[in-house]
Antibody
Framework: QVQLVQSGAEVKKPGASVKVSCKASGYTFTSNYMHWVLQAPGQGFEWMGIINPSCGSTSYAQKFQGRVTLTRDTSTSTVYMELSSLRSEDTAVYYC????????????WGQGTLVTVSS | DIQMTQSPSSLSASVGDRVTITCRASQGIGIYLAWYQQKPGKVPKFLIYAASTLQSGVPSRFSGSGSGTDFTLTISSLQPEDVATYYCQKYNGAPFTFGPGTKVDIK
């Protein structure tokens, strides 16, 4: 069965960076793109970016361009989301979510990782 | 970029009621529209893709329709376990924008 297991909660100071991991299992890792989405407390979802695990190509939301980096490690079937220059407004739950193999809807989601930015 | 809106932002209905949620795209997106359900404190669950195709295992009381700019999610007979926030999302290309959500409650 498809599983996406994310790394644990993080507490960071403003200006720092955070790197969240998402380990995939139960399918061929390079066959499906991976999205990253955030959900601020009490808010809806905001799409951050997408990575093609096969070649590493990425596409980012304009809002996060220059601050977010998506990478992957095919040897461990893991994708990473690094967000830099953190501010308090970045406090949110960050989700990885697999894209369907032929289109881009999000068919499986990780459990979410809470990132808290506080001085 | 294409913007996604939803209405209403929240609704309260009785068990057994028919509930309809509307999602609108600022430009045509064909049928590249998905719906997700998020119960309080839980991970989102994928419900519908291609505007009207139910994901395997989703109860048949859920249905979707629409194309172009106007879409609907219908729950034919609201059940207590359907209390959740429902989100639409366009997936015809980046950015893969979500609607703001519709919170569904039991009256």
């Amino acid at each position: 069965q498809v599983q996406l297991v994310q790394s644990g909660a993080e507490v960071k100071k403003p200006g720092a960076s955070v790197k969240v991991s998402c380990k995939a299992s139960g399918y061929t890792f390079t066959s499906n793109y991976m999205h990253w989405v955030l959900q601020a407390p009490g808010q809806g979802f905001e799409w951050m970016g997408i990575i093609n695990p096969s070649c590493g190509s990425t596409s980012y939301a304009q809002k996060f361009q220059g601050r977010v980096t998506l990478t992957r490690d095919t040897s461990t079937s893991t994708v990473y989301m690094e967000l830099s220059s953190l501010r308090s407004e970045d406090t949110a739950v960050y989700y990885c979510a697999r894209a369907d193999s032929t289109t881009y809807y999000l068919d499986y989601w990780g459990q979410g990782t809470l990132v808290t930015v506080s001085s | 970029d294409i913007q996604m809106t939803q209405s209403p932002s929240s609704l309260s209905a009785s068990v057994g009621d028919r509930v309809t949620i509307t999602c609108r795209a600022s430009q045509g997106i064909g049928i590249y529209l998905a719906w997700y359900q998020q119960k309080p404190g839980k991970v989102p669950k994928f419900l519908i893709y291609a505007a009207s195709t139910l994901q395997s295992g989703v109860p048949s009381r859920f249905s979707g329709s629409g194309s172009g700019t106007d879409f609907t999610l219908t729950i034919s007979s609201l059940q207590p376990e359907d209390v959740a926030t429902y989100y639409c999302q366009k997936y015809n290309g980046a950015p893969f924008t979500f609607g703001p959500g519709t919170k569904v409650d039991i009256k």
